[in-house]
């Protein structure tokens, strides 16, 4: 049975059966039902957020794709290691960049420390994997790095290695 979203002046609920669970969702975006129905599922109330609007594409330079291993080797003292695979959908980690204006940076900052909390959330971002530019669902894999451009403050170079889900 689908689950269904409440919402009411205590805030906002999911409801699946009988069980109904307050959920941390931040004003923003309508969260899809699958969203809500994968945090029943998982015990997590994660929401994927839409960062189109804060973000540009990322630049090349720097791009880099690194897929997690899918696998487990386990070596023995005689004949050949056993091999199995760990998942069937490994993330892929990505190191990115953006070049920002001060303005843009100052959005960032915010938006990362607001909407994603510093990292932890998932978003969206258009990426290229190897099959032509297409949104993502990533998430930060640490902090990000940021540096001004050309000895001036008015530009930015911010850095950061996420990884991205059905990669």
């Known amino acids: 049975m689908a689950g269904a979203l409440i919402r009411s ?3 906002s609920f999911a409801q699946r059966g009988g069980t109904r669970l307050r959920l941390p969702l931040r004003a923003g975006p309508r969260v899809p039902l699958a969203v ?3 945090a029943f599922l998982f015990g997590t109330a994660e929401a994927v957020l839409a960062s189109s609007d804060v ?3 990322p630049m090349v330079t720097g791009y880099e794709l690194s897929p997690e291993p899918a696998t487990i080797r386990t070596e023995f003292e005689i004949g050949s290691p056993r091999v199995r695979r760990r998942t069937a959908a490994p993330n892929m980690q990505i190191a990115l960049a953006w070049r920002l204006s001060d303005a843009e ?5 915010t938006w990362f ?3 994603i909390l510093h990292g932890a959330a ?7 994997l190897g099959d032509g530019i297409t949104s993502r ?3 930060f894999v640490g902090a990000y790095k940021a540096r001004p451009i050309a000895g001036t403050i008015a530009y930015w170079e911010v850095s950061a290695t996420v990884e991205a889900r059905d990669a």
Do not use: H, I, K, S
């Open 9 to 11: 002046g205590q805030g």
């Open 36 to 38: 809500l129905e994968d």
């Open 55 to 57: 973000l540009p594409r």
């Open 105 to 109: 940076f100052a959005a960032f900052r």
């Open 113 to 115: 420390a607001d909407t």
């Open 122 to 128: 998932w978003f969206v971002q258009d990426l290229a």
């Open 137 to 139: 669902e990533c998430r």
